[in-house]
């Protein structure tokens, strides 16, 4: 069965700090990886999204994230963080039957 | 461009009450879906669809129906709620295997 683990309930970064998420993944065969952003009373957001071809991935609001497949992880990183980008996140893994499987999230809080 | 729209937004139901969560989309997706999120469990996918007609279990597929009887609309029943049923309900929809979901503002339901 695929997973996806957030190791981290809670990430605190100062505004114009790099930030980083960390995600990794469990599934058969090759995974498709995506991250979205919740903020409060909100549906959840796309933000970038992995499918094959260059291991680092650009998106929206500033976001990248890197496809590491010997560790299996796909970390959703800022060069620098803003107090808007304050939110809930989560990465989720589609496996090739089409099941999308999402982590547990990571409250990402910047202060000015 | 309304994209998932979901009805109604916030309703309390008593134990034993049944009630119907309507999803609409109007961008011809083909694969619909229906997740919970509780606090600190991320979401956890209940019922989905990969076309008009067809609907598959998910992973908390339990005291929940569904039906799609028409392409844009995926109805989640629930004909006897539970107090565990008390959370937050998403649907999403996407197109292709490898696009990403785009989910509606969520209802939030609490069975008293």
């Known amino acids: 069965a695929q997973s996806v683990a957030q190791p981290e309930d809670q990430v605190n970064v100062a505004e114009g700090n790099p930030l980083t998420v960390k995600c990794t993944y469990s599934v058969s065969g090759n995974p498709y990886l995506f991250w979205y952003v919740q903020y409060p009373n909100r549906g959840l957001q796309f933000l970038l999204k992995y499918i094959t071809g260059d291991n680092l991935v650009k998106g929206s609001y500033g976001f990248e994230a890197e496809f590491n497949k010997s560790q299996t992880s796909f970390h959703l990183k800022k060069p620098s963080a803003l107090v808007s980008d304050s939110a809930l996140y989560f990465c989720a893994v589609r496996d090739g039957a089409g099941k999308s499987t999402f982590g547990d999230g990571t409250t990402l809080t910047v202060k000015p | 461009n309304a994209g998932v729209t979901q009805t109604p937004k916030f309703r309390v139901l008593k134990t034993g009450q049944s009630m119907t969560l309507l999803c609409a989309q109007d961008m011809n997706h083909e694969y619909m879906y229906w997740y919970r999120q509780d606090p600190g469990m991320g979401l956890r996918l209940i019922h989905y669809?990969?076309?008009?007609?067809?609907?598959a279990k998910g992973e908390v597929p339990d005291g929940y129906n569904v039906s799609r009887l028409k392409k844009q609309n995926f109805l989640l029943g629930l004909e006897s709620a539970a107090p565990s049923q008390t959370s937050v309900y998403f649907c999403?929809?996407?197109?292709?295997?490898?696009?990403?979901?785009?989910f509606g503002e969520g209802s939030r339901l609490t069975v008293l």
């Open positions: 669809s990969v076309g008009e007609g067809t609907t």
């Open positions: 999403a929809s996407r197109t292709t295997d490898t696009g990403e979901l785009f």
